[in-house]
Structures are given as structure tokens and as C-alpha cells.
């Protein structure tokens, strides 16, 4: 297939079961309706990704979270409510209607309602879609079409363009299945804005494979080797072409694409300090630098 797509084809196509990446504000997402099981299937062969990690579920509006979760917790409805649409995913107890085929068997599920209007006018007309990050498994996420047309699977796959993704880095994720809600992925939204909507603190639950399935140590990796950098650290002999990188959200991916593709052998980057967005740029580039 390899093509290009308007809002009427991929509506089309995903309603009689194809796979379309579609554009979000965090990163590009390889979608299928999330009530397609066969679809669904698809989208882990496509991207080499084990049927055990969940797939994100994309919602029109928050009023539809009680559709998909068994049970809707305080915190989840505020933090819906304020911060949707945008860059946060919210884990919640599943409700009957959330198939297998995406939670991986698990009694949760993971929902969002993204940003970018495209992907909304989407799913008002197909209903809930289902998308990981439109990139094969284990490499840095796709921010535009052209990332995606890149993927050895975009020929099987049509592209709806929205041009580049304005955040850049994916969805920050949330468990609020326990009491205090729990931080299992920084990303698009900061720590520092949840805990203000919800005048409280939140807990770090970033213990590596066990709450966010996928969420292992070398993920997002380009094929250079990258060096992650403290402030004022030398970056000691390096061997080969190497480039230097200061990194900013938005195009941090896109830089790690484009240097790879230049074939440069090693990237050096300085991890930048861990408030705001800063805490989800350095733990990409920390999973970039990872074995
Ligand atoms: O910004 C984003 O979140 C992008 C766009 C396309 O929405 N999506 C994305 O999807 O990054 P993916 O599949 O690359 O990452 C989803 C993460 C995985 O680490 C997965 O393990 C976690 O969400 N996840 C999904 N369902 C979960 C659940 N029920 N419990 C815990 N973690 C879950
Ligand atoms: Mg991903």
C-alpha cells in the first residue's frame, strides 16, 4: 500500500479492519478499532511487538471513560476532565467491553483522549481506536509521516498526515487503580501539572517491566550509540562519527532519526534537569543510551 491518506479513506479503511497511522500531539500511532479483534492481531505483527504489552485505547471525550472502565476513581475523573484532551494516559480497571487482544489479558486498561484534531475527527466517526506508537518494537517513536513511511511495515499500513506532532514525546501514563495514583511513564504531561489538579502527590511507580509492560531499559533506541551526559561530565574517547545533541522534546526523535540516517556512529547528549518535561526528556534519552 504505501500511501498517503485523507480523513475519509482511513475512516474507511479502519472501519473494514485495516491499519492506519494517524497523527496524535505525542507521537504517531498505528491504529485499528479497539473492537477488532482481528485488527488488532494485526497491529502486533506489524510492529514485532509481544501480544503480552497493552495497547493504548483513544477516546473522543472523557465522557466515554465510563464506557471502557469498570470503575472511574475521583482522581481519574478529575484529572480526565482537566487534562483531556492531551499527553496523559490514564490506566483504570477495564470494563466488559475491553477486549483481550488489548490489555494482553490484564484486568486494566490503558485510555487517553489525544489532541491533535485529526485523530479526534477519527474516532467521533469510527468509534475507539487502539494505537501503540507507529514504529517496529523497541525503536524511537515515529513524530512525523515521513518516520512512519520509513517503517519496514508502512507498506502494508496507510498514513493519515497531520504533520509534525507538537509535544514530541509520548503520553505521560498513569495507574489509578490504587489509592494514590501512580506514575508508571513520565511524558507529555509533567508530574507538576497532575499534582496540581490534583492537589496532591502522586507515587513513582517506574520499577521497570512489572506495571508498564514494555517499559524496559533499552527502549526508544536509535541504532548510533547514544551517550547520555550529566551536566559537566566529559564524554571521554569516542571512536567513529559523532554528533552532539541538545535536546528539546519536540524534536528530540526526530534528531535521533535524522542522525541515524546520516549515519553517524555516536550521539552524544546532555541529560536535562528533571522538572517539567525535562523528566520524561532524560528517561528517553536514558532508554536511548541503554544496553
Ligand atoms: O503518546 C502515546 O501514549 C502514544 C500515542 C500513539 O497515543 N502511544 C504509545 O503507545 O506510546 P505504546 O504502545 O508505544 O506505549 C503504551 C504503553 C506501554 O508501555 C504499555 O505497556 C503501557 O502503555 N500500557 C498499556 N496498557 C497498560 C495497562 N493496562 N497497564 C499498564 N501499562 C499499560
Ligand atoms: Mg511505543
Known sequence: ????????????????????????????????????????????EAKGRPTTHPLIVHLASAADLDAWAAEVPPSARRL?????????TLVVKRSARVLDAVTGGRETVAVRVPRHPLALELIRRVGPLAAPSANVFGRVSPTTAAHVLSEPFARDVAVLDGGACEVGLEST???????????????????????????????DGRDGESRAPGMMASHYAPRARVIALREGEGEGELVGRVARLVPRAETLYAELRRLDAEGVDVIVIELPSEEGLGLAIADRIRRAAGP
Not at 498513569?174 to 496540581?196: A, F, K, M, N, Q
Open 80 to 88: 480526565a476532565d482537566v487534562l483531556w484532551p492531551g499527553p496523559l
Open 173 to 203: 501514563i498513569v495507574d489509578v487503580t490504587s489509592t494514590i495514583p501512580t506514575l508508571l511513564r513520565p511524558g507529555g504531561v509533567s508530574v507538576e501539572t497532575i499534582e496540581d489538579v490534583l492537589g496532591a502527590p502522586i507515587a
Open 1 to 44: 500500500m504505501n500511501r498517503l491518506v485523507d480523513i475519509e479513506e482511513a475512516a474507511a479503511l479502519l472501519s473494514s479492519g485495516h491499519l492506519v497511522a494517524i497523527p496524535t500531539e505525542t507521537v504517531y500511532g498505528l491504529a485499528a478499532r479497539a473492537d477488532d479483534e482481528a485488527a488488532l492481531r494485526s497491529v502486533f
